[in-house]
């Protein structure tokens, strides 16, 4: 048994895991018939991040039994995007595949994902043709937030397409050089470039539960895409700034000229208040702005590891190796001083 799991998969799946116990054993129901129809070892990698319900239990056991199952839990909730991120760095198979647990993105998709790997696509994704049984709310920011996305970046980050997808060997090696903190997985994919393919699919509706993503993660998740790969909103400040100005220009020009056609000026009260106002407004908007990038660059310096893994189980030893080593935390290099 040992011997077996030491070998090297062809095939890893990544599946990030929060409070899914309603939808599990359905998942491993659909993944089985899976990996009879893949044609190479496949390993099956679940990242708990941070469940509070029966899901642990139940995949650590899972992984404890069966070689092809791995599980690793985070010491706590660090949002879908590092979990996958963390069952990334520990993925070994020559191509990876990153699927939700809740069935929304099919299994046998994979089947399609894997053919246009061998066709010759590095990044393979899947491509929402259609979403069954989402809110209207939820595709509609959705596609509202993509639509300014790709406006506001230079990196090509495509439409309908979430984090299920395949990525080759040599794709990930690069990805796990990219230590950021604040991520958008689909983005950092988008902007290492290689043989981008896609393969369209009917996203189902969730299989069991209820979304793990309200509202608030969804902002997150909107800033991150943002901020981490624009710089616009920053450079805002420029173009309002400069628009403001030769408004104010103009509208000082155009006193002056009342002066001196000999108005009465004082009844200009309310429109005083106004222009004060509203640049009290913008210039606040901007300092908010500055301040999102600001705070960026506080959680890079702080240089604390990106997650934190509880528990392994399952995974054979060489995995461990294959850890990035996170650069030494701040604290870690001034401890040297002293
Ligand atoms: N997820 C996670 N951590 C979180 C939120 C979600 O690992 O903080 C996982 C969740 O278990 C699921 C995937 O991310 O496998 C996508 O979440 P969900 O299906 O709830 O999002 P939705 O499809 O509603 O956008
Ligand atoms: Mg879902």
Redesign the pocket.
């Known amino acids: 048994m040992l011997q077996e799991s030491a070998e090297r998969p062809r095939y890893s799946i990544v ?6 116990e309603a939808v599990i054993p359905l998942l491993l129901h659909r993944l089985e018939a899976l990996m009879r129809q893949l044609d190479g070892r496949t390993e099956v990698i679940f ?1 708990d ?1 941070g469940s509070r319900d029966s899901s642990s239990i139940v995949l650590a056991a899972k992984a404890a039994h069966d070689p092809r199952y791995h599980f690793v839990a985070l010491s706590r ?4 995007q590092l ?1 996958i991120t963390a069952g990334l760095d520990l993925a070994r198979g020559d191509a990876v595949i990153v699927m ?3 069935l ?1 993105d099919p299994p046998e998709v994979i089947l399609d994902l894997v053919a246009e790997w061998k066709k010759g696509g590095e990044i393979v994704y899947a491509q929402r043709i259609e979403r069954e049984g ?1 809110t209207w709310f ?1 595709r509609k920011t959705a596609d509202l937030f993509y639509g300014i996305l790709r406006r506001l970046t230079a990196v090509d980050i495509p439409r309908d397409v979430g984090d299920f997808r395949l990525v080759d060997r040599k794709v990930l090696d690069v990805f796990k050089q990219m230590r950021e903190r604040d991520r958008f997985v689909r983005g950092m994919f988008g902007w290492v470039g290689f043989r981008q393919t896609a393969v369209p699919y009917v996203r189902s509706a ?1 299989a069991a539960g ?4 309200p509202l608030r ?2 902002l997150r998740l909107a800033n991150d895409g943002l901020v981490g790969f624009s710089d616009i909103p920053l450079r805002m400040a420029l173009w309002v700034g400069s628009i403001v100005s030769i408004a104010a220009l103009a509208y000082g020009a155009y006193v002056i000229g009342l002066y001196f056609a000999g108005s009465e000026l004082v009844t200009g009260w309310a429109s005083t208040i106004v222009v004060v106002s509203f640049l009290l407004g913008v210039n606040l908007l901007m300092t908010g702005i500055v301040g999102l990038y600001v705070g960026r660059i506080h959680a890079e310096v702080k240089g604390r590891p990106l997650y934190i893994v509880a528990r392994k189980v399952g995974f054979p030893a060489e995995a461990e190796a294959d850890l990035p080593k996170d650069e030494p935390a701040a604290w870690e290099r001034r401890a040297s001083w002293h």
């Open positions: 599946i990030p895991i929060f409070n899914e990242v991040d909730n660090f949002g879908h979990a939700d647990a809740d929304q989402e939820k969730r209820s979304t793990k993503y993660k969804m």
